[in-house]
């Protein structure tokens, strides 16, 4: 009988010292490590054991391996000059919540498994609502990505559908009726997509609105793609609009595609992933004007709200669409308060939940309000410096409008004037760049052109960072040119 339980106390609080310093000289020495790592596919896993250890195994000793087999291949997103994606950062209040999480260990499907889970969650989700600034009757629900808020939203937009049970027949015994057709832009994300298929629409029917030379969706053209499906019979059911897409941070007109989803009866989604939390700030908040009158929108406080990843945020005026579609529950989990207290396993996929709300509840009141306006009124304004620069230096061109922190950018090469060799100039000087581990940006294609995007979101990112990025890309550029 083996007497090899968890850690004794004693040992505990030596290893949780141990790892708190660790921690904090990680985040306090991120400058001297490579934000990319140096390595190539499959390296790790040559240094890690092929099969599990036979018995247990000193702290020292996996310290150790951190150090020496984890860290090399760790790529640096807290690190102050990853501009690449979106940034996603954690700030200690973040870090602190998610040990605790850990724990706690608690599981909150249903208020009875945990009410203090399940009560945060909606008194820091009415805290956030109010902080970006949407109507009281928006409800929220945490889910992890913001991959999953848009597929319960595309679901939920599903079941709203009058007459159209797949619920309970699925697309098979509905042999009769209209296909469903989703309208998003051309600049949409993936997740998108990936919602559409799990939610069984397939890629045939969502439908890609062209955008404008602002990379906005362009509602004349929705308005005409509904009515030509309407005539050719299909039948149209939801519209995700974009505020903040990936490639660009473009912001779809919503206002006026709120109008047309309301004369249409359509379900309107707004996928706001990264850009939601920037409403935040007061000058800002317009950037969600129409989505008051979204059904549903979607944020991600793990993107700019210095929580560590994941926590993603599903507003919804539908609360009783999305139960509808999800609502379903065994003898085995029901309880005394069903009728009195909130089930968030009725809003979802999922029946085991985290306990994420404890992020939330940590970062805003550890910042405030006011903090984390400070900090992001910060990035937007750094930005439009390094704009500025882009734009009064003739050796760069800026490929898209900034309206927040993201700017889509290329170099020029007076020796070249083909796309294909332009694109390729650029791609080797993003990888050039990359590869002195000095800083990550990554890239997209706009109108066929090869663009660099640099993000600056990031927690640590103070105006120092954006200055050496900016003096790295003009030397980099400089050396290739000479070349
Ligand atoms: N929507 C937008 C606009 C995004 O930019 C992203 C990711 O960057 C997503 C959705 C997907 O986010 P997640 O990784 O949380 O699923």
Same mark, same amino acid.
């Given at each position: 009988m083996t007497t090899n339980i968890d850690m004794t106390s004693s040992d505990f609080r030596k290893t949780g010292y141990q790892f708190i310093d660790w921690i904090n000289d990680y985040l306090t020495n991120l400058e001297n490590y490579p934000v990319l790592p140096n390595i190539q596919p499959g390296d790790i896993k040559k240094s890690l054991p092929s099969s599990p250890p036979e018995n247990s195994e000193d702290f020292d000793k996996i310290f150790a391996d951190l150090n020496n087999v984890i860290m090399p291949g760790v790529t640096h997103w807290n690190h102050p000059k990853f501009m690449a994606y979106f940034n996603s950062t954690s700030s200690s209040a973040g870090i602190f919540a998610e040990l605790l999480s850990g724990a706690f260990n608690t599981n909150g499907m249903v208020w009875k498994s945990n009410p203090a889970s399940t009560e945060l969650e909606e008194v820091t989700l009415d805290w956030l609502r109010q902080m970006i600034g949407l109507p009281k009757e928006f409800w929220g629900i945490i889910y992890d990505l913001a991959s999953s808020s848009t597929m319960h939203a595309i679901i939920a937009a599903r079941e709203n559908i009058k007459g159209y049970s797949i619920r309970e027949k699925g697309f098979g015994g509905l042999k009769d009726m209209p296909r469903l057709r989703l309208y998003t832009s051309e600049q949409a994300h993936s997740s998108v997509d990936k919602g559409a298929i799990l939610a069984g629409i397939g890629l045939e029917g969502i439908r890609k609105i062209h955008v404008d030379e602002d990379f906005r969706m362009i509602p004349s053209e929705l308005e005409k793609a509904i009515k030509e499906d309407r005539e050719n019979g299909w039948l149209p059911f939801c519209v995700v609009a974009t505020?903040? &897409? &990936?490639? &660009?941070t473009s912001i779809d007109p919503v206002s006026e595609i709120a109008e047309i989803t309301q004369n249409e009866n359509l379900w309107l989604h707004v996928d706001a992933a990264h850009a939601g939390i920037a409403a935040i700030v007061p000058e800002v908040q317009n950037i969600l004007d129409g989505s008051e009158h979204a059904d549903s929108i979607v944020v991600n406080p793990h993107k700019w709200m210095f929580?560590?990843?994941d926590i993603s945020v599903l507003f919804t005026k539908r609360k009783d669409v999305l139960k509808r579609a999800f609502s379903l529950v065994p003898e085995y989990l029901k309880t005394d308060e069903d009728n009195e207290a909130t089930n968030f396993m009725d809003y979802g996929i999922q029946l085991g939940r985290r306990f994420r709300s404890l992020k939330l509840w940590f970062v805003i009141r550890y910042f405030g309000r006011e903090g984390l306006i400070e900090i992001i009124r910060e990035h937007l304004r750094l930005a439009n410096e390094l704009k500025n620069r882009i734009d009064n230096n003739p050796n760069f061109k800026r490929l898209a409008p900034v309206p927040l922190s993201t700017i889509c950018f290329r170099a020029i090469n007076p020796k070249l004037s083909d796309v294909e060799s332009l694109n390729k100039f650029n791609k080797e000087l993003m990888d050039r760049l990359n590869n002195t581990g000095k800083v990550f940006l990554s890239h997209t294609i706009l109108n066929g052109l090869f663009t660099i995007r640099l993000v600056v979101s990031g927690l640590r990112t103070e105006v120092k960072h954006v200055n050496e990025v900016w003096e790295l890309i003009k030397s980099e550029y400089d050396k290739m040119i000479s070349e």
């Open positions: 505020v903040g &897409t &990936t490639s &660009t929580m560590p990843i």
